[in-house]
């Protein structure tokens, strides 16, 4: 079942040139970009800084207007929508971002954070918040007991289980993931992509996972999207763009990435399996 | 056969704080040769910084070392800022991760590059002027004649670190320390930037310590590693050794979590 349809999606930005004289001229960051995301599966947008990544991102979870194009949820479009029907839309997809702290109120609980998506929208939850909370906290690996914690108190690994939590709280079929992992010292950020993985198979909602490290990626993902200058410029299952990719900037960008010298990889993990 | 250019010997780093004083660096000890790259590397909190900071006697106030730092035989701990500040920049270099906040956004790179030069070397601005050029033309920045007179926002990120490098490189330094000089750019641009460190390390015959979180970069540029954990030298070894028969735990489980590009996985 098709869950998102993001349909010839176009977003300029009006800026000022340079000078007093300057006209105001339209950068467009992204280009005509379509793309569909499946439920329970992964799809991953994958590029470098400029890419229009995260602004596809954006417009995806209707926190940007496209300039022209479309974007479709569960059928319905949400291009435009407003009040009752945004509010649905909120519902279904939830968003997690790179920055932890900066993503979550410092002056908030815990509690506050992961259920002010409910508080929104006037729902107490069944059995009471405090249980609802401590119910999310253990599903993200995190002591239940700190429920009644600041963000502050937690370091970068657990702050972003908060917000993990707090995309979970109302049950989105949809989680949108922008650069969620890159912020994280390496061997957190394993722990978390396996947490990410795990809620997925657990419950089969889908991620959109924005993303600027092939490898994470290739962990992660079943489909990939490669942007660049604003343009999807390769997309296909996992296995065929990182095993055939087809596209010139593709290429480049997978002989890029620094690899642990494959020869002594190989050593020690014969060594340690045997 | 003369001793190693660099050496760190039981390097203790120990910073105030609010529960009192802190050990973050506690007895490193390591050597960097000349033509040598020694990477540092370790997740953040580990120390990795405050070791190159130490060594140039860039820490915050207050705090206390203990152990030796030596270039070419001489003591660097415990010297003044005075002593040091001729050092800085001539015979020990450091180029940070993120060059936009180390350069000055209202003078043009060759201005700065030529103050740092004449600083160490003196001479007149002219003769600086082309000493800054030329620093850009070995970084390979295109059109450095033209670009010399440009200021730091017309650079890309890229370019940017290029000049930091070239800025880094114009008193002939015998030691480059680059502290994640690459964590900021964009995959490709790193690619880039790696290889002109090495590059350019062939042509001067500089030592590099090269710090940074990510083991696969490591693995790409240095010949000895040491590994760093919450202040602790976990591993000391040629990277061979450390990559293919880690001895110790940490390291081992850091292996593991670098998600792997070329590997299969499970679909």
Redesign the interface.
Known sequence: MTLLEVKSVTKEFVTRGEGAMARKSAFTAVDDVSFEVELGETLAIVG??GSGKSTTARIAARLLEPTTGSVVFDGQDVTKARGKDLAAFRNNVQVVFQDPFSSLNPRYTVERIVTAPLTYQGITPKGGRRAFTQELMERVGLNPDHCRRYPAQFS?GQAQRIGIARALAVNPKLVICDEAVSAL??????QV?ELLMRLQRESGFSYVFIA?????V??IS?RVAVMSRGRIVESGS??QV?GDPQDEYTK??????????????A??RQ??AG | MSAALFVVDNLTVTLPTSSGPVDVVKNVSFTVDRDETVGIVGESGSGKSMTALAVLGLLPRGARTSGSVKLDGAELLGRSDRELRSVRGNAISMVFQDPLSSLNPYYTVGLQISEMYRTHRGGSRTAARKVAIEALERVHIPDAARRVDHYPHQFSGGMRQRVMIAMALCCSPSLLIADEPTTALDVTVQAQILELLAELQATTGAGLMFITHDLAVISSIARRVLVMRSGDPVEYGTAEQVFSDPRHEYTRMLLDAVPRIDDEVAS
């Open positions: 470098e800084s970068g010292d390496v061997s957190i950020q394993a992509l600027h490290d092939l490898a994470v290739r962990q079943q996992r296995d990182f480049t960008l997978l002989a890029a990435v620094p690899r642990i010298n494959p020869e002594w990889d050593r020690r060594k340690e």
